[in-house]
C-alpha cells in the first residue's frame, strides 16, 4: 500500500504560480512513476504530468511549458510547480502512484487549486 498526501492548493490570480507538495509513504519501492492528474467541475479527469523512477517527465499539452513536475526521492516527495496560471487550471488536482504504465493504483485525496479572472 501506498499512502499519498497533497498540499499547497489554494487561491491565486490568473498569472500567478502555485506548488503543489505529494508526501509518499508505504511500499515505495513498488512504484513505477508519480504523477499528477486533474478534475475540474463537469470535466474528464486530466493527467497533468507524470516522472518516472529514472526521471523521466511527460506532460499534457495544455500545461507544457508552465508546470514542472519534480521528485526528491530521498524525501518521498513529488512537486508540481506551477506557473502561468490560467482560470481553465481550476480543478482539483491529486496526486497519484503509478505501478506500471497507465496503471494509476493509488491516489491522494486532492488539493483544490483555484485561479481567478
Known amino acids: 500500500q501506498v499512502h499519498l498526501v497533497e498540499s499547497g492548493g489554494g487561491l491565486v490570480q490568473a498569472g500567478g504560480s502555485l506548488r503543489l507538495s505529494c508526501a509518499a509513504s508505504g511500499i515505495i519501492d513498488s512504484i513505477f512513476a508519480m504523477g499528477w492528474c486533474r478534475q475540474a467541475p463537469g470535466k474528464q479527469r486530466e493527467l497533468v504530468a507524470t516522472?518516472?523512477?529514472?526521471?523521466?517527465?511527460t506532460y499534457a499539452d495544455s500545461v507544457k511549458g508552465r508546470f514542472t513536475i519534480s521528485r526528491d526521492n530521498a524525501k518521498n516527495m513529488v512537486y508540481l510547480q506551477s506557473n502561468s496560471l490560467k482560470p481553465e487550471d481550476t480543478a482539483v488536482y491529486y496526486c497519484?502512484?503509478?505501478?506500471?504504465?497507465?496503471?494509476?493504483?493509488?491516489w491522494g485525496q486532492g488539493t483544490q487549486v483555484t485561479v481567478s479572472s
Open positions: 516522472i518516472t523512477n529514472g526521471g523521466t517527465t
Open positions: 497519484v502512484a503509478l505501478s506500471g504504465p497507465g496503471r494509476y493504483d493509488y
